[in-house]
C-alpha cells in the first residue's frame, strides 16, 4: 500500500493543485518513485489511498503499468492517518503479509533484506529504520535487542564531537502481517506510530527492527524538494531540471533550479536556487533567489494552509523564500 492522501501544507503553494505524492520530480510523480521501488522487490499489486485532490494521483499513476504495478484506489472522504488508511483498505489487504509505504519517498533501500528480518523475528511488524547523525527532525525510534521498544520525540542539537551512537528514525516503510488490524481501531482516524505499534508493543507483540543504510531522501518541505532535486541532478552532472516547453533567453541565467512546463525566463532574468511551477513567467531583468514560485491565478482567493511558508504577489506570480 502506499500512503497518497496528505495535502502537503509545508509544500504548498506547490500543492495548491495536486496532493503532496503528485508532484513532479525531474518529470516523474513522486508517488511513481515509490511504485517502482515497490515493482523492483516483486511487489507489483497495489493499494493506493486518495483524499486531497485525489485525481492529481490518477492522472500521474494511471492503472500503474508504467511503473511496472497494478492499481487499486481507495478514496478516504476525510483524512484517517496512517494506520486509519490501512483500515479502510482492509479489505484489500488482508491474508497475507504487505507493505506500507509513505508515498513522498525516494530510496533504494533493501526491501528484501528487511522481508528477511521480518520472517527471521516472526514479527507482527518489521519497521525500516535509518541512522540519523545530523539529527535531522525525525522523530526517535527506540530499540533493544532487535525490537522496537518506544517511539520518543526528535532529536536534540548535534552536540559538537560527540561519540554517542546516532539516533534511529523511521523511514516510513513497513511490513505487516494481517493480525495488525487486530490493533487498528475500525472507521477512526489512527496513526500506527503513536497508537497502533504502542499498542501492539504493551501486548506483547514482536515489532521488529531493521536497520538499513542506502539512499532514502523525504520529500516533505519546499527546501528539502529544491535540496533533493538537485542533489539527484548532481547525480546526473547536471544543476538545472527544465520540463516540458521551456523557454528561457539566451542572455538569462539560470543555475541551481528546477523548471516545471511551460516556464519563460526573460532576457536579462536571473534565477538561482528556486522552483518555478507550471507556466511561471519572469520578467525581464527580474532575479529570483532561494524561492518556490507559482502562477498567481493558483493561488487567488485561496487561504494559505496552517503549516504553508509565508509568501508575496509579484506581478503575476506568488513567491515564496525559502529562508523562513
Aim: no cysteine; hydrophobic share 40%; charged share 20%.
Amino acid at each position: 500500500m502506499i500512503l497518497a492522501a496528505g495535502y502537503g501544507e509545508r509544500l504548498w503553494p506547490l500543492t495548491s493543485d495536486r496532493t503532496k505524492p503528485a508532484l513532479p520530480v525531474l518529470g516523474k510523480p513522486l508517488v511513481g518513485y515509490v511504485a517502482e521501488y515497490l515493482a523492483r522487490h516483486g511487489i507489483v499489486d497495489v493499494v493506493v489511498n486518495l483524499h486531497h485532490e485525489p485525481e492529481s494521483v490518477r492522472s500521474a499513476l494511471g492503472d500503474g503499468s508504467q511503473f511496472g504495478v497494478r492499481l487499486q484506489y481507495v478514496h478516504e472522504p476525510v483524512i484517517l492517518g496512517t494506520s486509519g488508511a490501512m483500515d479502510n483498505a482492509r479489505h484489500l489487504l488482508e491474508g497475507d503479509t504487505f507493505v506500507v509505504v509513505n508515498g513522498k519517498l525516494i530510496t533504494d533501500l533493501d526491501l528484501k533484506a528487511a522481508l528477511e528480518t521480518h520472517r527471521q523475528e516472526k514479527a507482527l511488524a518489521t519497521l525500516i529504520l535509518l541512522r540519523n547523525p545530523k539529527h535531522e527532525r525525525f522523530s526517535i525510534v527506540e530499540t533493544r535487542d532487535g525490537l522496537v521498544s518506544n517511539f520518543g520525540g526528535m532529536p536534540g542539537p548535534l552536540a559538537p564531537d560527540s561519540q554517542a551512537d546516532p539516533p534511529l528514525m523511521f523511514t516510513g516503510i513497513q511490513i505487516l502481517e494481517s493480525r495488525i488490524f487486530d490493533y487498528i481501531p475500525r472507521g477512526v482516524f489512527s496513526h500506527s506510530t503513536t497508537s497502533v505499534y504502542p499498542r501492539a508493543i504493551a501486548n506483547g507483540e514482536r515489532i521488529a527492527a531493521h536497520v538499513a543504510a542506502g539512499m532514502w531522501y523525504e520529500l516533505s518541505t519546499l527546501t528539502r524538494y529544491l535540496d533533493i532535486s538537485l542533489a539527484l541532478l548532481r547525480r546526473q552532472g547536471r544543476d538545472v531540471y527544465m520540463g516540458r516547453n521551456p523557454s528561457v533567453d539566451e542572455e538569462g541565467e539560470v543555475h541551481d533550479s528546477v523548471l516545471w512546463n511551460n516556464v519563460t525566463v526573460e532576457k536579462g532574468a536571473s534565477v538561482r536556487r528556486a522552483i518555478l511551477g507550471d507556466g511561471v513567467r519572469v520578467p525581464a531583468g527580474e532575479r529570483l533567489d532561494d524561492v518556490a514560485v507559482v502562477r498567481g491565478e493558483l493561488i487567488s482567493g485561496m487561504a494559505p494552509p496552517a503549516k504553508a511558508l509565508k509568501g508575496y504577489v509579484a506581478g503575476l506570480n506568488f513567491v515564496v523564500p525559502l529562508s523562513q
